[in-house]
């Protein structure tokens, strides 16, 4: 079974703080990886995509991504209320043998930030 | 203001009744994915589409789900007949190309009594 796998959490942190949200997955050939951020009743909403290892920056926002170890992360710097929501860790990867690469969501993580 | 539009938004139905939600992706995308999400089991994956063709509706409960995109505005699920045990909030999402990033529509809430 491929998976993809997050701390449900909650993670609490102050306001300005950073925010630290991990992601491991299975499949050890996936090449695509995206962090979403849902919202209380709203949809998912894509917010970092990356492809290759390392750093990839945008704004407040770090995605970090080691396939080696099969890992993901992503880094809120200075923190608000208004990023208290669910991360879902998005990885592509083959639904069944030679298919194509699917996202497959973990459970996400909730972040609250708090002033 | 590109988007995946879903309707309805919300349906409350009785037990048996048939249900059919629908998806417009965003133009130029061509694949769509039906997704449900629900507390106990987070988002699965319910059927995709590649230019208009299923490729893959093996996360579907075949005898009482289908999934079908009668042309490449229109993605459609239907349930029939429908659950109590099917009420979770399903998301449509599309494309660009296979292996990139999928978009989500708002979702339909539905709940069976």
């Known amino acids: 079974q491929k998976e993809v796998e997050q701390n449900s959490g909650p993670l609490s942190v102050p306001e300005g703080a950073i925010a630290s949200l991990n992601c491991t997955y299975s499949d050890r050939v996936s090449q695509s990886f995206f962090w979403y951020r849902q919202y209380s009743g709203k949809s998912p909403e894509l917010i970092m995509s990356i492809y290759s290892n390392g750093d990839k920056e945008d704004g407040r926002f770090t995605a970090q991504l080691n396939k080696a170890s099969q890992y993901v992360s992503l880094l809120i710097r200075d923190s608000q209320p208004s990023d208290s929501a669910t991360y879902l860790c998005?990885?592509?990867?083959?639904?069944?043998?030679?298919?194509?690469?699917?996202?497959?969501f973990g459970r996400g993580t909730s972040l609250i930030v708090h002033p | 203001d590109a988007r995946v539009t879903q309707t309805p938004r919300h349906k409350v139905t009785e037990m048996g009744q048939e249900v059919t939600m629908r998806c417009q992706p965003i133009?130029?995308?061509?694949?769509v994915f039906w997704y449900r999400q629900t507390m106990m089991q987070g988002l699965e994956l319910l059927a995709y589409f590649r230019n208009r063709a299923p490729l893959d509706d093996s996360g579907m409960p075949k005898d009482r789900f289908s999934a079908e995109m009668p042309d490449a505005t229109l993605a459609t699920l239907k349930i029939q007949p429908s659950e109590p045990r099917d009420s979770a909030v399903y998301f449509c999402a599309s494309g660009l190309v296979i292996d990139t990033e999928a978009f989500f529509g708002q979702g339909t809430r539905l709940t069976v009594v």
């Open positions: 998005a990885v592509n990867m083959e639904v069944r043998t030679g298919g194509s690469y699917i996202p497959t």
């Open positions: 133009l130029g995308h061509n694949t």
